[in-house]
């Protein structure tokens, strides 16, 4: 168990809806970011936050977005969902202080279906 | 930039035999280098890190893997495979340099196979 959790584990849904995935991260980790993880694209960066404020971006759409609130859990926000939207969704956590690179630590996923 | 290249998309062993999965990495700084583990509908584990320290890192499970910078090389090895190392294996590669953030560049995977 990395400590990371993430909700929910599954969800189905069909084309044009909205979707929202919650991430906790490990107590005391400071960053969160999220990852997309497909059979033909594999695993892609998303964004990442950091102590509420967004430190990075990735391949994210622009039907996509994500928040970090004050308690540090975060938040993916999918939106106008189409077909090839259908993918794991992991959220890793780290420490990440300036200066460093630290290890991330990777939730069990939510697997998402749109049909 | 950074990228990583898994040579092997598929590795087969036997139970008891040694497993080698190769990973080639590039990186404009120093870089940090890990193996990630995905059991099947499983999160990824961390395997094990690299960050500049000793170049032959040990990780869990009796795994381990050798930093080479002359090679650009971070191969991950297991004297004895067991059937639990069944799973998807991914080389990592993050750069970090002053004023950006860490990102990690993931490989596309080797899936291990161990057999009877």
């Known amino acids: 168990d990395s400590g990371v959790t993430q909700t929910p584990k599954h969800l189905i849904t069909a084309t044009g809806q909205r979707v929202t995935l919650r991430c906790s991260p490990r107590?005391?980790?400071?960053?969160v970011y999220w990852y997309q993880q497909s059979l033909d694209q594999g695993l892609q960066f998303l964004i990442q936050y950091y102590n509420g404020e967004e430190r990075a971006k990735g391949n994210i759409l622009e039907r996509f977005s994500a928040q970090q609130v004050p308690d540090l859990h975060s938040e993916l926000n999918l939106s106008s969902l189409e077909l090839g939207d259908s993918a794991l969704y992991f959220c890793?956590?780290?420490?990440?202080?300036?200066?460093?690179?630290?290890?991330?630590?990777f939730g069990p996923g939510t697997r998402l279906t749109v049909t | 930039a950074q990228s990583v290249t898994q040579l092997d998309s598929h590795v087969s062993v036997s139970e008891g035999t040694p497993v080698l999965l190769r990973c080639n990495y590039s990186?404009?700084?120093?870089?940090?280098l890990f193996w990630y583990v995905q059991h099947p509908n499983k999160g990824l584990q961390l395997l094990l890190k690299y960050t500049s320290a000793a170049t032959l890192v040990k990780g869990i499970n009796g795994f381990e893997a050798e930093f080479k910078k002359s090679e650009t090389s971070f191969h991950l090895t297991k004297p004895s495979a067991h059937m639990s190392d069944a799973a998807e294996y991914f080389c990592?590669?993050?750069?970090?340099?002053?004023?950006?953030?860490?990102?990690?560049?993931f490989g596309t995977g080797t899936r291990l196979q161990v057999t009877l």
């Open positions: 990186s404009s700084y120093s870089p940090s």
């Open positions: 890793a956590s780290s420490v990440e202080a300036s200066g460093a690179v630290y290890e991330q630590y």
């Open positions: 990592v590669v993050s750069d970090y340099s002053a004023g950006t953030a860490s990102k990690l560049t």
């Open positions: 107590s005391g980790d400071l960053s």
